[in-house]
């Protein structure tokens, strides 16, 4: 999969498909970084990629209308809850999973 940051800045994700590519926008408010993530978040969606947004805010549920494959976790339109007893089961729940995953967050240290 190829992600256009830029006219000139493309990632291709084969060179991080050892250990998964991890992208953080940081800015000051204002400055794009909603905007900055939909427009990644949209380029992986439409080469049949997965993406999770955690952010119970109303802006990502555009997403929704356009795919299909969108779930939103928390917020005004969400499809599941984004409370204490749903994200412990839910991190149980991932880490029963075959593709290994792990995390330094626990159901234990949820609290």
């Known amino acids: 999969m190829k992600l256009r940051l830029s006219g000139d800045y493309v990632i291709d994700t084969d060179d991080y498909r050892k250990e998964g590519l991890r992208i953080a926008i940081l800015a000051m408010g204002g400055h794009g970084k ?3 993530a939909a427009d990644v978040i949209e380029d992986v969606l439409d080469q049949k990629g997965q993406a999770i947004v955690l952010e119970p ?3 990502w549920h555009t ?3 356009r795919y299909n ?3 939103t976790v928390g917020g005004e339109f969400q499809d599941l809850p984004l409370e204490y007893d749903f994200a412990k089961d839910s991190l149980r729940q991932l880490q029963e999973m075959p593709f290994g995953y ?3 967050l626990s159901p234990q240290n949820i609290k």
């Open 69 to 71: 494959n969108v779930v």
């Open 63 to 65: 997403l929704k209308a």
């Open 34 to 36: 909603s905007n900055a």
């Open 102 to 104: 792990r995390s330094s």
């Open 57 to 59: 805010i109303a802006e």
